[in-house]
């Protein structure tokens, strides 16, 4: 069975009759088109009998191509709370205890939130941006924590000297370091470095530099917390350490010109 021929103007009318059954009316761009908008007075009908004219393109509704203003994007000075309230936890015990508890706190509530641990007055304050994905009863359970302990042990530091600590209370995928310090979170992580008071403080993320006040990683050599100085060591992720070995080799390479020093 042969295919019978059909007038261009016939072929035309079924094409967009397919269209318009499947629901599709409009050509999508930064403005909308209207394709099968009824055609306006006047216009020419299509004929299967005779020259079909050329369609004429009406101008979008406004109903539809108004464009929708964003609303105003509110200063980060209007979104930042005073996390710590009025009383801020006044040890390390009490902090433990509300950085558990605290609703002010939740940033991914499919994770538990894992305690920071370690000495108060510690050689070394060790700060990673959040607990690993599987932890559940410790900070960095799983294989971040092997690599950060071999670190340690090449440092010669044992773990009574080492407080570790985390700048989210728990695992958060795709967390806004920076619009969570903006929020209220730096005054949180400050206010952990003087509770803690370390002589020394390595930061393994440079993300992290918005959570101590700090918009220049680079320019990072020492923090002002509430009970004086620290001097500080930015680097990257542990797991950033884990993908990439040469940065291994440079981080050691700091570490000793830095440790030499402070």
């Known amino acids: 069975m042969t ?7 016939r072929e035309f009318e079924a094409a967009l009759a397919w269209w318009q059954a499947a629901g599709v009316d409009c050509d999508y761009h930064d403005d909308a088109t209207a394709w099968l908008a009824d055609a306006p007075l006047g216009a020419a009908p299509v004929n299967s009998e005779g ?10 509704a406004p109903a539809r191509t108004a464009a929708i203003a964003a609303p105003p994007k509110e ?9 710590l309230g009025e009383s801020p936890p006044a040890d390390l015990a ?34 990673v941006p959040q607990p690993e994905e599987a932890d559940r009863d410790a900070l960095l359970e799983g294989p971040q924590g092997r690599l950060l302990a071999n670190i340690l042990a090449a440092m010669g530091l044992g773990e009574d000297a080492v407080y570790l600590a985390s700048a989210l209370p728990c695992h958060t995928p795709m967390a806004d370091l920076a619009g ?7 005054a949180v992580t400050l206010h952990h470095i003087g509770l803690v008071r370390p002589q020394r403080l390595l930061v393994l993320g440079t993300g992290l530099a918005p959570m101590l006040a700090a918009a220049d990683a680079n320019g990072l050599r020492e923090i002002n917390h509430n009970t004086g100085k ?22 050691w390479r700091r570490w000793m010109e830095w440790s030499a020093i402070h």
């Not at 295919?3 to 103007?9: E, F, Q, S, V």
């Not at 020259?51 to 979008?60: C, E, F, G, L, T």
């Not at 200063?75 to 996390?83: H, M, Q, T, V």
């Not at 620290?230 to 981080?251: G, H, I, N, Q, Y």
Request: proline share 12%; no cysteine.
């Open 3 to 9: 295919r019978p021929d059909l007038p261009l103007a």
């Open 51 to 60: 020259p079909v004219a050329a369609p004429q393109r009406q101008a979008p």
């Open 75 to 83: 200063p980060a000075s209007a979104l930042r709370r005073n996390l």
């Open 94 to 127: 009490a902090f433990s205890a509300w950085w558990i508890a605290a609703s002010e706190l939740g940033t991914a509530r499919s994770f538990p939130r894992i305690s920071p641990r370690g000495p108060e007055g510690a050689a070394l304050m060790v700060l």
């Open 180 to 186: 969570l310090a903006a929020g209220g979170m730096d």
């Open 230 to 251: 620290v001097p500080v060591m930015m680097s990257e992720t542990l797991d950033a350490l884990m993908d990439m070995p040469r940065l291994k080799a440079r981080f």
